[in-house]
């Protein structure tokens, strides 16, 4: 997958009053990186699982290279998944790659293969993954990225700029597609789309004080 198209896209969870995204709409072309402002409890993340397949939308429409997202599954869209603290499986560094590209199709050998390449490329000792501070999880997410040759990279909540640039320095060595969902400017690269929330202080404080 490399080009993404939200359309009116509104999700509102079952339990919930409100929607938790309302009427989204946005593009990312082949290659390009957007930044789309969502600010604080936004929907940044329900946003991140529309396109990787965990939740539908309410309402609108999501297309992937022109074609109904639900079209092309899961598996074969090579999204890598970015968020903050980086997130790993409970086991060793070299597992938490393998077992990635098993989930993504590659077999056995070949995915023991990559995830011993990956390691090299990014430094990573064989060791628990639990065992990482949050810069070493960043690189375990990039060498995940790296060995299944992602082609759309969603970034989640971008919180550390210098974490956001290794990321997207990686995005463009794979000539892939990158999606930041932030709170505010600070993190965001590329082009940016702003769909924070606008307040007009003066309804507040019509009266002379």
């Known amino acids: 997958?490399?080009?993404?198209?939200?359309?009116?896209?509104?999700?509102?969870y079952h339990y919930?009053?409100?929607?938790?995204?309302?009427?989204?709409?946005?593009?990312?072309?082949?290659?390009e990186?957007?930044?789309?402002?969502?600010?604080?409890?936004?929907?940044?993340?329900t946003a991140a699982k529309l396109i990787m397949g965990l939740l539908r939308p309410t309402c609108g429409k999501i297309t992937a290279d022109g074609a109904p997202l639900e079209e092309t599954l899961p598996k074969a869209r090579k999204i890598a998944y970015f968020c903050f603290p980086p997130l790993a499986f409970k086991t060793?560094?070299?597992?938490?790659?393998?077992?990635?590209?098993?989930?993504?199709?590659?077999?056995?050998?070949?995915?023991?293969?990559k995830a011993a390449q990956a390691l090299k490329r990014f430094g990573l000792a064989r060791k628990k993954a639990a065992s990482l501070d949050e810069e070493g999880l960043l690189k375990l997410s990039l060498a995940r990225a790296w060995a299944k040759k992602a082609e759309?990279?969603?970034?989640?909540?971008?919180?550390?700029?210098?974490?956001?640039d290794k990321i997207t320095a990686l995005a463009a060595e794979l000539g892939a597609s990158t999606l930041l969902l932030c709170d505010s400017p600070v993190s965001a690269r590329g082009r940016i789309l702003d769909f924070l929330p606008k307040f007009n202080l003066t309804e507040e404080f019509d009266e002379p004080i």
């Not at 997958?1 to 509102?12: D, G, T, W």
């Not at 009053?17 to 072309?29: G, I, P, Y």
């Not at 790659?97 to 070949?110: A, M, Q």
């Not at 759309?152 to 956001?164: L, M, S």
């Open 92 to 113: 060793t560094v070299g597992k938490n790659v393998s077992r990635v590209l098993r989930l993504d199709g590659f077999g056995k050998t070949e995915s023991s293969l």
């Open 152 to 164: 759309f990279f969603i970034v989640d909540g971008p919180t550390n700029e210098i974490f956001v």
């Open 1 to 12: 997958m490399k080009r993404l198209k939200f359309e009116n896209v509104s999700v509102r």
């Open 16 to 31: 919930d009053e409100f929607d938790a995204l309302a009427d989204l709409s946005f593009e990312v072309n082949e290659g």
């Open 33 to 45: 990186t957007v930044s789309v402002m969502l600010g604080a409890q936004g929907g940044k993340t």
